[in-house]
C-alpha cells in the first residue's frame, strides 16, 4: 500500500474510510492490470491456454483469482456407446509451448464418480449450472438451483419431468461430484508465470435438496437446493464461469452432444485466435470423438462443423480437414467475428452502490461464502453502517482462526440479530427474534 494509503488508514472518520476503501478497490484493479499484461498468448497448432483474450466488461476479482484453466480444452464426458472397463480412465496428452517457448508436454487424467462417467445430459447439466452461477455473479461456493424440478425445466424447456427424470438428474449431480482429476502442466499460475500440475481435484462436492416431511422426493420440493463448487474449481471459474460460451442455453440444448461438446471447445479458442489449426488426432482426444475408425472419426467431425454453421453457430465462419505437408490431417476452423466471452456478472443487489459499500460486502462475501445471504448482508450494512459490520467481522475472523466453524453465514448472521436487537433497530424486513429463531447460535 501507498505512504498516503497507510496515513488514511490510522485516521478516523467515516469519510476517511471512503476514501481509503476507494483506493484499495483502485489499487487492486491496476494489480490485477499489471498481471494481465505478463502473460503469453497462446499458440498454433497445439494451444496453451489463452491469458490475454478479447475479454469485455469489469475486470476479474483478484481475491478469486490464482489460477487459470480451461475445462473447454480437456475431454471430460463420453458420448459413445462402447462398453468400457473400469480401468479404462479419460485421459489426454499434447505439447505447447512453455512460458520460456521451449516445449511443454501436458497430460490430463479423469477419473470416474461411482456411477462411472457422464455423457450428453451431464454435460448439458453442467453448462446449465454455469448459467445458473452466472446469474448469481460468479459468488461464493454454491451454485443455488432451487428445485429439481425448475433445474430440469432450464434444461428441457417446457417438458415435465417424470421419476425416471428425477433419476436421471439425481444421478448427473452425483457424477458431477464423484469426478477426480489430475493435470500435469495444465494449470497457469500468474503470480510465478508458469505452468503447474493440478493433483486429485474435483469440481464439485456435494449437492443438495429439500422437501416437505412425509412427501416423495418428487413432491413438493422446497427451493433450497445447491451444487457446492470445490475451492479449486470456484477459483478457476471465478473470473468466467465454466465455459466461454458467446450463444444463447437455447440454441446450445438444441444441439447434438458432439456438437456442442465442439461450440464449447471453439469458443474457447475463438476468445484470443482469428484461425485455429490442430492436428486431427489431437482433437479427436480433446473432445472427445471416439470409434474404430478414423475415416469414421473424420464423417463426425466434419458433420459437427457443417452443423455448427448451418445452425448459425455466431463466431464460426468456415472449417476444412486436409492432409498437411507431412500427410497427417490438419484441422483447420476460420472465425467470422471476435467472441464476446461471459464475465462475472453482477447481482441486480449490488449494482449501483458506492465503493465502499461494494468493498465491504465483497470481503463479507469472501469469508461467509454464503452468496445466497448477499440481500440480507447489504441490508445489515445499510441498518447498521459500516464499523459495526467491520466489527463482526472481525470477531468471525478471529473466531474461525481458533476453532473450525461449519456454517459462517449463520455464525455472521446470529451477531448481526444480536447487534441490531441491543441498537433497537430492523435490519430490512425482520426482526432480531424472526432470524435468531432459525439460525445456530453464537457458542
Same mark, same amino acid.
Given at each position: 500500500?501507498?505512504?498516503?494509503?497507510?496515513?488514511?488508514?490510522?485516521?478516523?472518520?467515516?469519510?476517511?474510510m471512503?476514501?481509503?476503501?476507494?483506493?484499495?478497490?483502485?489499487?487492486?484493479?491496476?494489480?490485477?492490470?499489471?498481471?494481465?499484461?505478463?502473460?503469453?498468448?497462446?499458440?498454433v497448432?497445439?494451444?496453451?491456454?489463452?491469458?490475454?483474450?478479447?475479454?469485455?466488461?469489469?475486470?476479474p476479482?483478484?481475491?478469486?483469482t490464482?489460477?487459470?484453466?480451461?475445462?473447454?480444452?480437456?475431454?471430460a464426458?463420453?458420448?459413445?456407446?462402447?462398453?468400457?472397463?473400469?480401468?479404462?480412465?479419460i485421459?489426454?496428452?499434447?505439447s505447447?509451448?512453455?512460458?520460456?517457448?521451449?516445449?511443454?508436454?501436458?497430460?490430463?487424467?479423469?477419473?470416474?464418480?461411482?456411477?462411472?462417467?457422464?455423457?450428453a445430459?451431464?454435460?448439458?447439466?453442467?453448462?446449465?449450472?454455469?448459467?445458473?452461477?452466472?446469474g448469481?455473479?460468479?459468488r461464493?461456493?454454491?451454485?443455488?438451483?432451487?428445485?429439481?424440478?425448475?433445474?430440469?425445466?432450464?434444461?428441457?424447456?417446457?417438458r415435465?419431468?417424470?421419476?425416471?427424470?428425477y433419476?436421471?438428474?439425481?444421478?448427473?449431480?452425483?457424477?458431477l461430484?464423484?469426478?477426480?482429476f489430475?493435470?500435469?502442466?495444465?494449470?497457469?499460475?500468474?503470480?510465478?508465470?508458469s505452468?503447474?500440475?493440478?493433483?486429485?481435484?474435483?469440481?464439485?462436492?456435494?449437492?443438495?435438496e429439500?422437501?416437505?416431511?412425509?412427501?416423495?422426493?418428487?413432491?413438493?420440493?422446497?427451493?433450497?437446493?445447491?451444487?457446492? #463448487?470445490?475451492? @479449486?474449481?470456484?477459483?478457476? &471459474? %471465478?473470473? =468466467?464461469?465454466?465455459?466461454?460460451?458467446?450463444f444463447?442455453? !437455447?440454441?446450445?440444448?438444441?444441439?447434438?452432444?458432439?456438437?456442442?461438446?465442439?461450440?464449447?471447445?471453439?469458443?474457447?479458442?475463438?476468445?484470443?485466435?482469428?484461425?485455429?489449426?490442430?492436428?486431427?488426432?489431437?482433437l479427436?482426444?480433446?473432445?472427445?470423438?471416439e470409434?474404430?475408425?478414423?475415416?469414421?472419426?473424420?464423417?463426425?467431425?466434419?458433420?459437427?462443423?457443417a452443423?455448427l454453421?448451418e445452425?448459425?453457430?455466431?463466431p464460426?465462419?468456415?472449417f476444412?480437414l486436409?492432409?498437411?505437408?507431412?500427410?497427417?490431417?490438419?484441422?483447420?476452423?476460420?472465425?467470422?467475428?471476435?467472441?464476446?466471452?461471459?464475465?462475472?456478472?453482477?447481482?441486480?443487489?449490488?449494482?449501483?452502490?458506492?465503493?465502499?459499500?461494494?468493498?465491504?460486502?465483497?470481503?463479507?462475501?469472501?469469508?461467509?461464502?454464503d #452468496?445466497?445471504? @448477499?440481500?440480507?448482508?447489504? &441490508? %445489515?450494512? =445499510?441498518?447498521?453502517?459500516?464499523?459495526?459490520?467491520r466489527? !463482526?467481522?472481525?470477531?468471525?475472523?478471529?473466531?474461525?482462526?481458533?476453532?473450525?466453524?461449519?456454517?459462517?453465514?449463520?455464525?455472521?448472521?446470529t451477531?448481526?440479530?444480536?447487534?441490531?436487537?441491543?441498537?433497537?433497530?430492523?435490519?430490512?424486513?425482520?426482526r432480531?427474534?424472526?432470524?435468531t429463531?432459525?439460525?445456530?447460535?453464537?457458542?
Amino acid at each position: 500500500m501507498s505512504e498516503e494509503g497507510r496515513k488514511l488508514e490510522a485516521m478516523p472518520g467515516a469519510d476517511d474510510m471512503l476514501l481509503l476503501a476507494q483506493r484499495r478497490l483502485h489499487e487492486r484493479r491496476a494489480r490485477l492490470g499489471r498481471e494481465a499484461e505478463a502473460v503469453p498468448r497462446e499458440t498454433v497448432p497445439t494451444p496453451a491456454p489463452s491469458r490475454r483474450g478479447a475479454r469485455r466488461g469489469p475486470p476479474p476479482n483478484p481475491l478469486h483469482t490464482r489460477f487459470d484453466h480451461s475445462l473447454a480444452e480437456f475431454p471430460a464426458f463420453r458420448f459413445g456407446r462402447r462398453r468400457r472397463t473400469a480401468t479404462d480412465l479419460i485421459t489426454f496428452e499434447d505439447s505447447i509451448k512453455g512460458s520460456d517457448g521451449a516445449p511443454l508436454s501436458r497430460r490430463w487424467t479423469v477419473y470416474p464418480s461411482r456411477f462411472g462417467y457422464g455423457g450428453a445430459t451431464t454435460l448439458s447439466l453442467l453448462f446449465e449450472l454455469n448459467q445458473v452461477w452466472k446469474g448469481q455473479g460468479f459468488r461464493g461456493n454454491r451454485i443455488h438451483f432451487g428445485t429439481l424440478r425448475s433445474l430440469y425445466r432450464r434444461l428441457y424447456s417446457g417438458r415435465v419431468p417424470g421419476p425416471r427424470d428425477y433419476a436421471q438428474l439425481r444421478r448427473d449431480l452425483s457424477i458431477l461430484c464423484g469426478y477426480k482429476f489430475s493435470c500435469e502442466n495444465s494449470f497457469w499460475d500468474p503470480v510465478s508465470g508458469s505452468y503447474g500440475s493440478m493433483r486429485d481435484w474435483s469440481l464439485f462436492t456435494a449437492w443438495f435438496e429439500a422437501h416437505r416431511a412425509g412427501a416423495s422426493p418428487e413432491q413438493e420440493e422446497f427451493p433450497f437446493g445447491f451444487i457446492e #463448487v470445490s475451492d @479449486t474449481f470456484a477459483k478457476v &471459474a %471465478a473470473e =468466467r464461469g465454466f465455459f466461454v460460451t458467446g450463444f444463447e442455453a !437455447a440454441w446450445f440444448h438444441a444441439l447434438r452432444p458432439i456438437e456442442q461438446r465442439l461450440s464449447l471447445y471453439l469458443s474457447k479458442m475463438f476468445a484470443s485466435q482469428e484461425l485455429h489449426r490442430r492436428f486431427e488426432e489431437d482433437l479427436f482426444a480433446a473432445l472427445p470423438i471416439e470409434g474404430t475408425s478414423t475415416r469414421k472419426k473424420r464423417q463426425t467431425l466434419r458433420a459437427a462443423a457443417a452443423s455448427l454453421i448451418e445452425k448459425g453457430y455466431p463466431p464460426l465462419s468456415s472449417f476444412t480437414l486436409e492432409p498437411g505437408a507431412s500427410g497427417r490431417f490438419i484441422a483447420t476452423f476460420r472465425r467470422k467475428a471476435p467472441i464476446a466471452q461471459d464475465y462475472p456478472l453482477e447481482a441486480p443487489v449490488v449494482r449501483g452502490l458506492d465503493d465502499a459499500t461494494r468493498l465491504l460486502l465483497d470481503d463479507v462475501l469472501e469469508v461467509t461464502r454464503d #452468496v445466497g445471504s @448477499t440481500h440480507f448482508y447489504l &441490508a %445489515a450494512i =445499510r441498518a447498521l453502517g459500516h464499523e459495526p459490520m467491520r466489527f !463482526a467481522l472481525s470477531d468471525l475472523r478471529a473466531e474461525c482462526h481458533q476453532r473450525s466453524i461449519k456454517n459462517r453465514g449463520a455464525w455472521l448472521t446470529t451477531k448481526l440479530m444480536a447487534m441490531a436487537e441491543e441498537r433497537g433497530v430492523r435490519i430490512g424486513r425482520h426482526r432480531a427474534k424472526d432470524l435468531t429463531a432459525r439460525r445456530p447460535q453464537v457458542p
